[in-house]
């Protein structure tokens, strides 16, 4: 085929590889999730199997890309980035990572939701957008995730709110959204303590700022074959999930080398 008269069609291909020297952040989120969490009954406002199952979604593309060292979830939404600025992973063409592992995530979230889901069978197919931006420093990186832990707390605060006044106060949905129109954050704190006795500070960190898969070399327990030989024991890599209130200082600089690969 390479060589017939019909390979110039080749040349209508379009290159598009990513910038050199940049780190790769990939975003992948639920597309029409709203309509998706209804028709399938999700738990408002937060569903412990779905976050779960994008969790386990998340960890499965992380399993097959190795060049992925961390991601970080919300609600509807996981977000990957690959922070390896030398990466060559499908000579860094934009896209093939992006519908890689879009797609990926997508087949890993079908294929482990009856084991979330095991008594709700699927009504119609899930599905998942992407898209690739690349950031040209730390500090750039640094302040994306404080961003993205920021908007987490923003709409989960508002969420909660949202769905007490609905579920435990017996508004409508547009009576909510008319309570807490134009509420600042402390004002919705006081609304959930005082009416409906939630302290929204001690809801789990996962709700309240999102989940971290983080890639981390560990070096396993010897076994009794290396113990007596002198046999090398070999670091490998385990995905390790994080609910942290913020990520700042404190988690970068017990992860310098995420930034530095």
């Known amino acids: 085929m390479a060589g017939s008269r019909f390979s110039y069609v080749k040349n209508y291909e379009i290159a598009d590889p990513l910038l050199p020297g940049t780190f790769i952040l990939a975003r992948v989120d639920g597309r029409a999730f709203h309509r998706f969490s209804t028709e399938h009954e999700f738990t ?20 097959e890309f190795n060049d992925i060292i961390l991601a970080f979830g919300e609600s509807d939404e996981f977000r990957h980035r690959s922070f390896f600025a030398s990466t060559s992973l499908y000579n860094r063409r934009m896209s093939k990572i992006l519908t890689a592992l879009t797609s990926i995530f997508t087949s890993m979230y079908m294929f482990h939701w009856a084991e979330h889901f095991p008594q709700k069978a699927l009504k119609y197919p899930p599905s998942f957008d992407g898209r690739i931006i690349l950031y040209p420093s730390e500090q750039e990186v640094r302040d994306y995730f404080a961003w993205r832990q920021v908007d987490t707390h923003i709409n989960n605060l508002y969420n909660t709110a949202f769905w007490a006044l609905v579920q435990q106060g017996a508004h409508s949905t547009a009576d909510a959204h008319a309570v807490l129109r134009g509420t600042l954050s402390g004002q919705k704190h006081e609304l959930l303590f005082s009416r409906f006795g939630i302290n929204y500070n001690a809801l789990p960190a ?19 074959d290396t113990a007596s030989s002198k046999k090398k024991i070999k ?5 390790v999930a994080y609910h942290c209130d913020v990520v700042g200082e404190e ?11």
Do not use: Q
Request: hydrophobic share 40%; charged share 25%.
């Open 44 to 63: 408002k406002p937060n569903d412990e199997r779905a976050l779960n199952l994008m969790n386990c979604a998340a960890r499965g593309v992380m399993t």
């Open 206 to 224: 996962r709700l309240r700022k999102g989940t971290l898969l983080v890639r981390e070399n560990v070096t396993p327990a010897p076994s009794l």
């Open 251 to 261: 988690f970068w600089k017990g992860h310098s080398e995420l930034l530095n690969p």
């Open 235 to 239: 670091r490998t890599t385990m995905i």
